[in-house]
């Protein structure tokens, strides 16, 4: 899929096993912020494989946005199978991670159209965001696309001394 935005045109892919390095990049550039991965410590490569294996075109893709021109991994986005178990195969996780240098340009929409675009091909009714209370740029993002909270859980995360609620936002998609 190729969509023009601000003058600039990004293309959304399935993630290949040569993106990882730039996917874990983007990954840890957020831990030190403390607002979007309960992650304390980076993570490496090698920690993703299983992870990433665990993804399919199909079921539960995991995409990259690259810049056309420059051909630069600007972010991505995973679907994650909730809960494990089969009665749940309609609802998965939606997680979107932006590149620094791309934050602010309209990426997380540019992914967020594709995946609720592409929920019912894969046989998706409900969509969730797990988000800590005090990332309000990704409550922001979600509701803009009519995810309501469906759970407000308190004080469940300690990032360097500091309770954090966690926000699970849903939506249900219309096939």
Wanted: net charge negative; aromatic share 12%; proline share 4%.
């Amino acid at each position: 899929m190729v969509v023009n935005k601000s003058l600039t045109t990004y293309e959304i892919m399935d993630a290949q096993k040569d993106d990882l390095p730039a996917i874990v990049a983007i990954y840890n550039s957020t831990i030190s912020g403390r607002m979007v991965t309960a992650d304390t410590e980076e993570i490496t490569v090698e920690s993703r494989f299983r992870w990433f294996e665990e993804h399919s075109p199909n079921f539960r893709p995991l995409w990259v946005i690259r810049d056309r021109e420059s051909r630069q991994i600007c972010g991505w986005l995973s679907f994650q199978s909730f809960y494990g178990r089969p009665a749940y195969n309609g609802t998965a996780e939606i997680s979107i991670y932006v590149d620094e240098a791309f934050r602010g340009r309209g990426i997380g929409r540019i992914l967020m159209d594709e995946a609720l675009n592409t929920c019912p091909r894969l046989g998706l009714k409900t969509v969730l965001g797990f988000i800590f209370g005090h990332n309000e740029p990704s409550l922001q993002l979600f509701r803009k696309y009519g995810f309501e909270t469906w759970a407000h859980m308190p004080n469940v995360a300690e990032l360097d001394g500091v309770e954090r609620d966690l926000i699970i936002v849903g939506l249900r998609v219309q096939a």
